[in-house]
T-cell receptor, first 117, second 115 residues
Framework: AQSVAQPEDQVNVAEGNPLTVKCTYS??????LFWYVQYPNRGLQFLLK??????LVKGSYGFEAEFNKSQTSFHLKKPSALVSDSALYFC???????????????FGQGTTLQVKP | DAGVIQSPRHEVTEMGQEVTLRCKPI?????LFWYRQTMMRGLELLIY????????DSGMPEDRFSAKMPNASFSTLKIQPSEPRDSAVYFC?????????????FGQGTRLTVV
């Protein structure tokens, strides 16, 4: 079955330090992977995606993520965290089997990122 | 484009009443998703449509929930009768299959409170 796991409920980092938010996935076909961010009382905003090609993908606000097929992971990273990065982050997967971009889009439970000054 | 538009933004209703949530997807998008977000259960996929056809409604919690997409520019999620445990934020999202674009774009959500 298709699934996404975010093992950490919360990640705390100091401003200026690198951050990593973890995500692992399970799909039967090729994975289409996504990261979204949610600020309080707002909808989810798309950050970046992996479909195919280079395993390191870059997205909005300086975020990047690395696709690792052998570990079925897609961890979100940023070299230097900002206080304004504090938010709820969601990893999501869409099964690329068949027509690829028409399958269900499943989200992880979310990880709260807290960046302290 | 104005993005995905949901209405109402907030809804407070009494237990037993019918509630209808509305969504207008981004023009040209062919997939539409309905999600429910709660503290306890996170972000749950309720149902999704491709080309106005329901593909997977396995996430719909009970027969009290129903969703329709009569055309490419409008969808509704109905709860009848509503119960306090239905209180949550309901999100609609849409995505396109053209041009290699696969990410979904979310509306601002409808915060439902059933008292």
């Amino acid at each position: 079955a298709q699934s996404v796991a975010q093992p950490e409920d919360q990640v705390n980092v100091a401003e200026g330090n690198p951050l990593t938010v973890k995500c692992t996935y399970s799909v039967s076909g090729n994975p289409y992977l996504f990261w979204y961010v949610q600020y309080p009382n707002r909808g989810l905003q798309f950050l970046l995606k992996y479909i195919t090609g280079d395993n390191l993908v870059k997205g909005s606000y300086g975020f990047e993520a690395e696709f690792n097929k052998s570990q079925t992971s897609f961890h979100l990273k940023k070299p230097s965290a900002l206080v304004s990065d504090s938010a709820l982050y969601f990893c999501a997967v869409r099964d690329g089997k068949g027509s690829g971009n028409t399958g269900k889009l499943i989200f992880g439970q979310g990880t709260t990122l807290q960046v302290k000054p | 484009d104005a993005g995905v538009i949901q209405s109402p933004r907030h809804e407070v209703t009494e237990m037993g009443q019918e509630v209808t949530l509305r969504c207008k997807p981004i023009s040209g998008h062919n997939s539409l998703f309905w999600y429910r977000q709660t503290m306890m259960r996170g972000l749950e996929l309720l149902i999704y449509f491709n080309n106005n056809v329901p593909i997977d409604d396995s996430g719909m919690p009970e027969d009290r929930f129903s969703a329709k997409m009569p055309n490419a520019s409008f969808s509704t999620l109905k709860i009848q009768p509503s119960e306090p445990r239905d209180s949550a934020v309901y999100f609609c999202a849409s995505s396109s299959r053209t041009g290699g674009s696969t990410e979904a774009f979310f509306g601002q959500g409808t915060r439902l409170t059933v008292v």
